[in-house]
């Protein structure tokens, strides 16, 4: 069963401090309580966070790649929704790193406009909150809403 989350956390992996308060600040305007990680191994090295989505900015590249498939592989962050974010990366890397089964679920090249980024934080925290809901129904509403058995 999926664990319900009490607060809206977003984890924001970034290594600029003055995107990241402005990524605060844009989440907060959502509803989100926002965690800010200079660097990914401090995520990975710290205690056990149940976010609903982890913003990761690769930047410099070379790193960034490594380290979201690192996340991507662990029990505790990787079945969480992923954005990468990269003013370094391009669609062909982008393309690329969408075939790897460690793979972030969105992309977005900087600078974005803080609207594309609610919008997708969004369209994830909605998706989830639909796939939670669905396990706190009655067996009997999914049975009656299979349509495929008819």
Known sequence: MSKVRAE?????????????????????????????????????????????????????KRLGWALCNRIKKTAQYGSIPMIVTSSEATERGIEEHKKLRTRAEDYLLKPYLGVLLGSAVLGFIVMSLAITASYLLPESFHKDMDVTER
């Open 8 to 60: 809206r956390l977003v984890l924001i992996i970034d290594n600029d401090p003055v995107l990241s308060e402005r990524l605060r600040a844009v989440l907060a305007n959502y509803q989100f309580k926002v965690q800010l990680f200079a660097d990914g191994n401090d995520l990975l090295s710290g205690p056990q966070l149940f976010p609903e989505l982890i913003l990761l900015s690769i930047d410099p």
